[in-house]
């Protein structure tokens, strides 16, 4: 993939915006509802949001060190994605309001957890902090910049698919919670 940064950049805050309307939204909910289960291997709309925290909690600071430790003198407008990158991003990626299923990582999965209010608050604060990190991303180079991933720190993808997974990946499970939502309201 290659497009310009300023493009990427614009269609990720808006989806970042999007999750946060959404969050918001869950913020006028019980917590009997906020947690409740469509079925015992589903996740709630608040385990939804839990799981989204915990990438937070890694990706975030991982992208806020690129950022400051970022020294391009003139970064390239144009962004290209990595092989590796572009393969993770498209993973993520809502198609068609589908989404791939996937194992999640034992220390991501919130299933069994006690959740409270809090988890929104946490989220939306998360989502603050990344709507500023893609503003800071503007002016850097989206394709030379590099962040590990939580599997493993020997493999780093470039800021722009790094960025494109975390969002995507907010989009994804923001969606699941919204699913979570309709069955609540049928209750």
Not at 38 to 51: A, R, T, V
Not at 58 to 84: D, M, N, Q, R, T
């Amino acid at each position: 993939m290659q497009a310009e940064n300023d493009s990427v950049i614009e269609d990720l805050l808006a989806l970042t915006e999007n999750a946060a309307s959404a969050a918001r939204k869950f913020k006028g909910l019980s917590e009997t509802q906020l947690n409740f289960k469509e079925h015992p291997e589903k996740w709630s709309i608040l385990e939804c949001l839990e799981h989204l925290n915990r990438y937070g909690e890694f990706y975030l600071p991982e992208i806020e060190k690129a950022l400051l430790s970022h020294k391009v003198k003139s970064a390239s407008p144009v962004y290209k994605s990595g092989i590796l990158g572009n393969h993770f991003a498209n993973l993520m990626k809502v198609k068609n309001g589908k989404v791939i299923k996937m194992k999640t990582p034992g220390d991501k999965n919130p299933s069994g957890s006690q959740l409270t209010a809090v988890t929104i608050d946490r989220f939306l604060k998360q989502l603050e902090l990344l709507k500023s990190l893609l503003d800071q991303s503007r002016h850097a180079d989206l394709t030379k910049t590099k962040v590990p991933i939580s599997l493993t720190n020997f493999i780093k993808l470039r800021l722009g698919d790094t960025l494109r997974f975390f969002v995507y990946h907010i989009e994804r499970h923001v969606i699941q919670a919204e699913k979570v939502l309709q069955f609540v309201n049928c209750q």
